[in-house]
């Protein structure tokens, strides 16, 4: 299959590429600049130049491919409305671009939505959002299903983890807690957030490419939900900075964009995944891969 991949140079696609390069598949990756296009020749990948708001390019990229996993995103989390309007544009293109083709489109959200939409409980792929932020991207994503592509959703745990990962939320907790001093977390810290090891993250985003049906939310979850204050707990010793609670109202104050997230209690479901692609993560949880040092060495 010749499969286009945004966000191909990036912490997962560094993770998938190979993965989909082992599996037979050929890919073309998207690169925003002379480095990124430089680093996926070398792994024997077309670099295709552009980003996310050529969207003339990204149909025609799509249209001649077999099939897309969207991985880019705009990570300006300071203005999240307009990087999520710029990736349902880019959507939008590529959806078009496919229409009718039967072809495999992945499209990329996250589960801290879930927060929103099954308050009090596990989520599970069957919750849905009606719009907002990455949202109105994963509903027209499903609604492709309808015009004949083979459309689905990975909802994406908010901590990706592994040594691949050097900019991601797991990060910015870690240097957080440098600056500040103090490895904290809000409240009790008894609320829970799911993880993912990068490499099942990128065995499942192939899985889906192959065989997800159309219109299928799928959740890339291995932890179900670590309590946030065992995560700090394990930032704090390996930091060796004390670990304590601040007040929710001084959590913007604390952890900056993070602060009206690291509140939010997010454990959710991965077993309809697991039993519709037959997935099963079996790489570190989050807790063993901090443990294992590789994110505080600087």
Do not use: C
């Not at 990068?198 to 490419?209: E, N, S």
């Not at 913007?252 to 039993?275: M, Q, W």
């Amino acid at each position: 299959m010749r499969v286009f991949v945004t966000g191909a140079s990036g912490h997962i696609g560094s993770a998938l590429v190979p993965e989909l390069l082992g599996a037979g598949h050929e890919v073309l990756g998207l690169a925003r600049s002379e480095r990124s296009a430089d680093a996926l020749a070398a792994l024997g990948v077309e670099a295709i130049p552009g980003d996310l708001d050529d969207v003339d390019g990204l149909r025609e990229t799509a249209r001649g491919s077999d099939g897309v996993v969207h991985l880019a995103f705009k990570h300006d989390l300071e203005d999240l409305p307009r990087a999520a309007v710029a990736d349902r544009r880019a959507v939008g293109a590529m959806g078009d671009a496919l229409e009718g083709s039967g072809k495999p489109f992945v499209v990329t959200s996250g589960t801290l939505l879930l927060a929103l939409a099954a308050p009090g409980r596990v989520g599970t792929e069957e919750d849905v959002l009606e719009g907002g932020p990455r949202v109105d991207s994963e509903n027209a994503t499903i609604a492709m299903a309808e015009r004949g592509v083979r459309s689905s959703v990975v909802r994406l745990s908010p901590l990706v983890h592994s040594s691949l990962d050097h900019h991601g939320f797991t990060h910015r907790l870690i240097d957080t807690a440098r600056q500040r001093g103090i490895s904290a977390y809000v409240g009790e810290g008894a609320n829970r957030w799911p993880a993912l090891h990068t490499l099942d993250a990128a065995h499942l985003y192939r899985l889906a490419l192959e065989a997800a049906p159309a219109g299928s939310r799928l959740h890339g979850v291995g932890d179900e939900g670590v309590p946030f204050r065992a995560i700090a707990e394990v930032i704090g010793r390996h930091l060796d900075l004390p670990v304590a609670s601040v007040d929710p109202s001084a959590a913007d104050e604390h952890f900056g964009f993070l602060g009206p997230l690291v509140g939010l209690d997010n454990p959710t479901s991965s077993a309809r995944t697991r039993g519709l692609l037959d997935w099963l993560p079996d790489h570190p949880g989050l807790l063993d891969d901090l443990e294992e040092g590789h994110y505080f060495t600087e």
